[in-house]
């Protein structure tokens, strides 16, 4: 018997169509169900959007009922407050924070300012006054701090164990601050070497001409130093008043002169 032909099948042409076919199968992107999680997602968010913004704009929790100062021991809380420019009843994250301490940075007592929110209803503001390490008399009592800012005293501020500089009025020292801050300078060192020297010391006597030169509380005697050597001509001082009967006769000398290398030379008043 003859045997039946079979027909031949291109086995790429097969898998061609069955490719076309799983092609053909594959469902329509973006699906129903896709928008529709999109959708849903939308809403959900313009929804919270709307209720944030009603929160922070409208809703009575959020508003400023309280603002507390802290930190300020010389000017009023009441100035304070004037100055900020902020009033009761606005919503507290609609108050431009870094503008209200830009405000407060214009009150040249201030050297520093601080200021956040703290939920539901307060404003914190935290304030760094010049603190005077220094003052001087020109018609008026003026304070000193330690970067050479001349302001007149508030009323709050305790001078009488600060030493007192002059030689130079307010108007020459606002012109060329180049003395005072020789005398800060002095100061400065004086308490780093020994800080109790500073409670023996009354004046720091500045002018153009020369360094500053100190007074002492006890008998009035004045202190002279040599610039370039002034860390070893305080420590001498500081030695040299250790010396009990040296602070004993205080009242008797006149000078005390730290401007030599190899001595210190004390004059007694005649």
């Not at 300020?72 to 919503?91: D, F, W």
Request: glycine share 4%; with cysteine.
């Amino acid at each position: 018997p003859m045997e039946k032909k079979q027909s031949y099948q291109n086995p790429y042409r097969r898998q061609y169509r069955m490719v076309n076919r799983d092609k053909k199968e594959k469902p329509p992107f973006p699906s129903p169900q896709f928008l529709l999680a999109v959708f849903v997602l939308a809403i959900i968010g313009i929804g919270f959007y709307k209720f944030a913004d009603y929160m922070i704009t409208k809703s009575p929790m959020f508003r400023l009922r309280q603002i507390r100062v802290s930190n300020n021991h010389y000017l009023p809380e009441a100035q304070i407050l004037r100055s900020s420019g902020v009033a009761p009843g606005t919503p507290l994250f609609r108050i431009p924070v870094d503008s209200v301490a830009m405000r407060l940075l214009q009150n040249p007592y201030l050297e520093g300012v601080s200021v956040s929110r703290s939920l539901p209803s307060t404003l914190l503001i935290s304030v760094q006054e010049r603190v005077p390490v220094a003052y001087l008399i020109d018609r008026r009592v003026y304070m000193v701090d330690h970067s050479g800012k001349i302001l007149i005293k508030k009323p709050a501020m305790q001078l009488k164990n600060l030493p007192l500089i002059t030689g130079l009025s307010v108007k020459e020292l606002l012109k060329n601050r180049t003395p005072l801050l020789d005398a800060l300078d002095l100061l400065k060192k004086i308490n780093e070497v020994d800080h109790t020297l500073l409670t023996l010391i009354s004046e720091v006597h500045i002018d153009h001409n020369s360094n500053p030169c100190l007074f002492l509380v006890r008998g009035g005697a004045r202190v002279e130093f040599k610039k370039n050597t002034i860390y070893k001509n305080i420590y001498l001082l500081s030695e040299l008043f250790k010396n009990a009967a040296l602070l004993n006769q205080l009242e008797q000398i006149k000078k005390i002169d730290l401007k030599f290398s190899d001595r210190v030379v004390i004059s007694k008043k005649s």
